[in-house]
């Protein structure tokens, strides 16, 4: 999914941007789950996000800042092999983390951001602006990828637009596992 195809999502579900941590923490609220977060490009914004909301702690136990790979292994249980095989930058270490944060917080979802917020790190195969996000519930795990560099988007704005797009899915997830 592209930047463009994100922002048109929630312009037509009628949704701002600045306006989805106060959504999922009331959606969390009333559906009585919780969610936890494991960040590596987005450095704990989805965190600061969900906490800047006057009774998260109520849905928010845990966020993981796992910038380095031997964290992504020794605290969240991405697989060294993953991690090996795959890079951090990857679908299947996206989806490694939010499995592994959603086990250890206990939550009821797991998100996680991995990617290349630039403006250095991209090459030919991972360009900048390459994000996955990853969401694990009991009922699955997937990791969507997001192309988020378009339109000149610097390195602030890639992870803004990260964030709010972990927030949508997180949001997308409540009504799937049973309000």
Do not use: W
């Not at 092999?81 to 499995?99: I, K, P």
């Amino acid at each position: 999914m592209k930047a463009t195809e994100l922002l048109e999502l929630l312009a037509q579900e009628n949704i701002e941007e600045k306006e989805l941590p106060r959504l999922l923490v009331e959606a969390l609220t009333r559906a009585k789950k919780r969610v936890a977060t494991a960040e590596s490009c987005t450095g704990g914004m989805i965190s600061a996000a969900i906490t800047s909301v006057s009774g998260a702690s109520a849905v928010f136990d845990c966020g993981v800042c796992s910038y380095a790979n031997f964290i992504k292994h020794k605290v969240v249980g991405v697989k060294e092999e993953t991690l090996n095989t795959y890079g951090a930058v990857s679908d299947r270490t996206a989806a490694e983390m939010a499995r592994g944060i959603r086990l250890l917080s206990g939550a009821d979802i797991g998100i996680s951001t991995t990617g290349i917020a630039g403006p250095l790190g991209g090459s030919q195969y991972k360009p900048v602006g390459l994000v996955y996000i990853g969401v694990s519930t009991p009922l699955g795990l997937r990791a969507e990828k997001m192309l988020l560099g378009e339109n000149g988007a610097d390195r602030e704005r890639i992870r803004e637009l990260a964030t709010a797009a972990a927030l949508y899915f997180a949001l997308k997830e409540i009504g799937k596992i049973g309000c």
